[in-house]
C-alpha cells in the first residue's frame, strides 16, 4: 500500500503573499488546524491556527474591529510559516509515513511528486483507515494470539494447520517479546463459532500456546 493510494490529493493552501486574514477565513470555514503554503506549485511552508493566533490580538486589546482587521490585513502568511517542512514521497509506503510521523511527532505530511510539486497530504487517521482496511474489520474478523519460539517452520506450519480447516489467513504479524527469543504471533481469519474453536483445537494439539482469541468487526 502506497502514500499516493490513500492520500487526500489537491490539498487546499495558499500562497505565501496571502494576509493572515484571508487565511484565517480559510482555515475557518475548512475546519483546519494547519494550512500548507505553496508558491508556484512549490511547497514552501507551513502554519498552524496556533501561529495564526499567536500574532493576532488579545480578547483585551483596547483596539477596534477595524484596527484588528487593518493589522491582520497587513500581516502576510511568509511572517509567520514554519520553512521547514517534514514531506513524504507519494511513492512511499503507508510504513514509510507512518515511521516519519511518528519519529518527528506529528499528524500528518505534504506529500510531493519526484519533482518537489505538492500532490497530497497524508494524516495519522489516514493511516488508522488503512490499517482498519488492511486487517479487514470492518466486515469482521476472528484475532488469534499464539506465543511461538522463534524457530524455522513455525508460521509455514501453523499456515497449514489453518488451510487444512479450509480457511484462509487474511493478515499475520509477530512481535517479538521484550526478553527472551520468543514472539507472540497474530493472525487474523473471516471465520466464527465452531470454525474458530476447531482451528484452535488443531493449534494446541500441535503444541502450540493460543493465548487469546476474539472477535473484531460486524461479523454476524
Given at each position: 500500500?502506497?502514500?499516493?493510494?490513500r492520500?487526500t490529493?489537491?490539498?487546499?493552501?495558499?500562497?505565501?503573499?496571502?494576509?493572515?486574514?484571508?487565511?484565517?477565513r480559510?482555515?475557518?470555514k475548512?475546519?483546519?488546524?494547519?494550512?500548507?503554503?505553496?508558491?508556484?506549485?512549490?511547497l514552501?511552508?507551513?502554519?498552524?491556527?496556533?501561529?495564526?493566533?499567536?500574532?493576532?490580538?488579545?480578547?483585551a486589546?483596547?483596539?477596534?474591529?477595524?484596527e484588528?482587521?487593518?493589522?491582520?490585513?497587513?500581516?502576510?502568511?511568509k511572517?509567520?510559516?514554519?520553512?521547514?517542512?517534514?514531506?513524504?514521497?507519494?511513492?512511499?509506503?503507508?510504513?514509510?509515513?507512518?515511521?516519519?510521523?511518528?519519529?518527528?511527532?506529528v499528524?500528518?505530511?505534504?506529500?510531493?511528486?519526484?519533482?518537489?510539486?505538492v500532490?497530497?497530504i497524508?494524516?495519522a487517521t489516514?493511516?488508522?483507515?488503512t490499517?482498519v482496511?488492511?486487517?479487514?474489520?470492518?466486515?469482521?474478523r476472528?484475532?488469534f494470539?499464539?506465543e511461538?519460539e522463534?524457530?524455522?517452520g513455525?508460521?509455514?506450519e501453523?499456515s497449514?494447520?489453518?488451510?487444512d480447516?479450509?480457511i484462509?489467513?487474511?493478515?499475520m504479524i509477530t512481535?517479538?517479546?521484550?526478553e527472551?527469543?520468543?514472539?507472540?504471533?497474530?493472525?487474523?481469519?473471516?471465520?466464527?463459532g465452531?470454525?474458530?474453536?476447531?482451528?484452535?483445537n488443531?493449534?494446541?494439539?500441535?503444541g502450540?500456546?493460543?493465548?487469546?482469541?476474539?472477535?473484531?468487526?460486524?461479523?454476524?
Open positions: 500500500m502506497f502514500v499516493a493510494e492520500m490529493k489537491h490539498p487546499i493552501s495558499v500562497a505565501s503573499d496571502a494576509t493572515i486574514a484571508d487565511a484565517a480559510l482555515m475557518k475548512n475546519h483546519f488546524h494547519r494550512m500548507l503554503v505553496v508558491d508556484n506549485g512549490k514552501v511552508g507551513y502554519f498552524s491556527d496556533r501561529d495564526v493566533m499567536r500574532v493576532s490580538p488579545s480578547p486589546t483596547t483596539l477596534s474591529r477595524f484588528i482587521r487593518e493589522l491582520l490585513n497587513k500581516l502576510t502568511v511572517e509567520i510559516m514554519h520553512k521547514k517542512v517534514i514531506t513524504v514521497r507519494e511513492t512511499a509506503t503507508i510504513e514509510e509515513a507512518a515511521l516519519i510521523m511518528y519519529n518527528n511527532k499528524g500528518g505530511l505534504p506529500v510531493v511528486s519526484d519533482v518537489g510539486a500532490v497530497g497524508i494524516t489516514d493511516i488508522l483507515k490499517f482496511s488492511l486487517m479487514g474489520l470492518p466486515s469482521g476472528t484475532r494470539t499464539l511461538i522463534n524457530k524455522v513455525t508460521i509455514a501453523i497449514k494447520l489453518v488451510a480447516s479450509g484462509n489467513i487474511d493478515s512481535c517479538r517479546k521484550p527472551g527469543d520468543d514472539y507472540d504471533l497474530v493472525f487474523r481469519i473471516d471465520a466464527v465452531d470454525d474458530v474453536e476447531e482451528i484452535k488443531k493449534l494446541e494439539s500441535a502450540y500456546k493460543v493465548i487469546h482469541t476474539v472477535s473484531i468487526g460486524n461479523k454476524e
